[in-house]
């Protein structure tokens, strides 16, 4: 399958609904945890452990989106100016799987490419 409009749009809307899916789960996941702490909860270790995952699957989902929109680096993280050399494989995961649900076969854009490991 070839790129086209209506791919990009999918891509798009595939990340765009990731991104928001991952902020409300992590919401949820806060709230849980602080419920969790306030009533002496035994399942507050699990509960972190959860959200400390999500966390970092988020994170890969912002930056690749953000990456594709045309953004820098510097511009999504602050704090990683250059860049984080230790997600570009998992930026390249986080492609491969939009692009499935997608039902496309679409490479990434020269912007996300020169961050990834394929």
């Known amino acids: 399958m070839e790129t086209s409009v209506g791919t990009v749009s999918e891509l798009l809307i595939t990340f765009r609904a990731s991104v928001k899916r991952d902020a409300v789960a992590i919401r949820g996941l806060k709230a849980q945890i602080g419920d969790e702490q306030r009533s002496d909860g035994f399942r507050i270790p699990q509960l972190q452990s959860s959200l400390h995952n999500l966390r970092g699957e988020a994170r890969a989902r912002h930056v690749t989106y953000c990456l594709w929109k045309g953004r820098s680096w510097a511009e999504i993280e602050k704090n990683r100016p ?36 394929m």
Not at 105 to 116: I, V
Request: charged share 25%; glycine share 8%.
């Open 82 to 117: 250059q860049g984080d050399h230790g997600m570009t494989y998992v930026l390249a995961e986080v492609w491969r799987k939009a692009i499935r649900e997608a039902g496309s076969e679409a490479p990434p854009p020269s912007s996300l490419r020169e961050h990834m490991h």
